[in-house]
T-cell receptor, first 119, second 116 residues
């Protein structure tokens, strides 16, 4: 089966423009995560979707960032009025479930990311 | 709050040699998981090895092994017989156990270069 896919692979945009980044999780995975990886930094949690539950948006850095997940599958991360500090690699991951309960764990599988450059 | 620290931004090793990457973490949790992820130039994060905190035995995966020192909150990765394909960024990560946890805490990474 296919892994997590993301599009576009690279995106160059001008400051002030809106961008949409897409993530296709592994089929059957109910949990989906977005991360941001800035140059020289680790992964910064942005948002988490689990099934039909309300998403955890606590990691979104500002109200210019939003994400949705349609039909429990594909997710889109939207950045409005992009700024130069938004330049980063945006990674998406999915897992069968979002739970690390007790002594069980469900592995996250990552996509190849979208490199966003804001000029 | 949990933190993960990787104090070696860059390392290099000769092909076929052994290298150890360091990771320390801070948590008050007793049930948690630790991971090492590899990110090659293709950017795709790949799980290298996982350690459950309740297990005393160090995890191993072929050439990769960990030295898990729970009391010292240390979780180092040893790569034996290094290969050119091991060149990548390596991230240490933490997640607490228990129900409905999903927030991974990542370190800032160690860039490893394997030299021919």
């Amino acid at each position: 089966g296919a892994g997590v896919s993301q599009s576009p692979s690279n995106k160059v945009t001008e400051k002030g423009k809106d961008v949409e980044l897409r993530c296709d999780p592994i089929s059957g995975h109910t949990a989906l995560y977005w991360y941001r990886q800035s140059l020289g930094q680790g992964l910064e949690f942005l948002i988490y979707f689990q099934g039909n539950s309300a998403p955890d948006k606590s990691g979104l850095p500002s109200d210019r960032f939003s994400a949705e997940r349609t039909g429990g599958s594909v997710s889109t991360l939207t950045i409005q009025r992009t700024q130069q500090e938004d330049s980063a690699v945006y990674l998406c991951a999915s897992s069968f479930m979002g739970l690390a309960g007790g002594r069980s764990y469900n592995e996250q599988f990552f996509g190849p990311g979208t490199r966003l450059t804001v000029l | 709050a949990q933190t993960v620290t990787q104090s070696q931004p860059e390392m290099s090793v000769q092909e076929a040699e052994t290298v150890t990457l360091s990771c320390t973490y801070d948590t008050s949790e007793s049930n948690y998981y630790l991971f090492w992820y590899k990110q090659p130039p293709s950017r795709q994060m790949i799980l290298v090895i996982r350690q459950e905190a309740y297990k005393q035995q160090n995890a191993t995966e072929n050439r990769f092994s960990v030295n898990f020192q729970k009391a010292a909150k240390s979780f180092s990765l040893k790569i034996s017989d290094s290969q050119l394909g091991d060149t990548a960024m390596y991230f240490c990560a933490f997640i607490k156990g228990g129900s409905r946890t999903y927030k991974y805490i990542f370190g800032t990474g160690t860039r490893l270069k394997v030299l021919a």
